[in-house]
Nanobody, 121 residues
Framework: QVQLVESGGGFVQPGGSLSLSCAAS????????MGWYRQAPGKQRELVAT???????NYADSVKGRFTISRNNAKNTVYLQMNSLKPEDTAVYYC???????????????WGQGTQVTVSS
């Protein structure tokens, strides 16, 4: 069994900062891409940022220059540093990991339970 446990998030005023972390645990052979997605009320889930095991990153245009994704491969953990937050960043943020549970298993997506980020004055 694989678990992705998120921490961080909360309430912040516009212009403020928050950080998220997500640790993957359980029966894991290898983790490839990890990332963060978000879903605002009434909207579809959207990509925020991803990072490969080699450190290559990809960001949504809406967060470029404000958010930074990083990871610690030894700890199977991915982070999201969010600066200059805006009200439109308000959403539930989900951690994602593409991983193999064994050397012969199929590559699968796993998701965290989600953590709320609210940006408001």
């Amino acid at each position: 069994q694989v678990q992705l446990v998120e921490s961080g998030g909360g309430f912040v005023q516009p212009g403020g900062s928050l950080s998220l972390s997500c640790a993957a645990s359980g029966s894991i052979f290898r983790i490839y891409t990890m990332g963060w997605y978000r879903q605002a009320p009434g909207k579809q889930r959207e990509l925020v940022a991803t990072i490969t095991s080699g450190g290559s990153t990809n960001y949504a245009d809406s967060v470029k220059g404000r958010f930074t994704i990083s990871r610690n491969n030894a700890k199977n953990t991915v982070y999201l540093q969010m600066n200059s937050l805006k009200p439109e960043d308000t959403a539930v943020y989900y951690c994602n990991a593409q991983l193999l549970r064994t050397a012969v298993a199929a590559l699968r997506d796993y998701w965290g339970q989600g953590t709320q980020v609210t940006v408001s004055s």
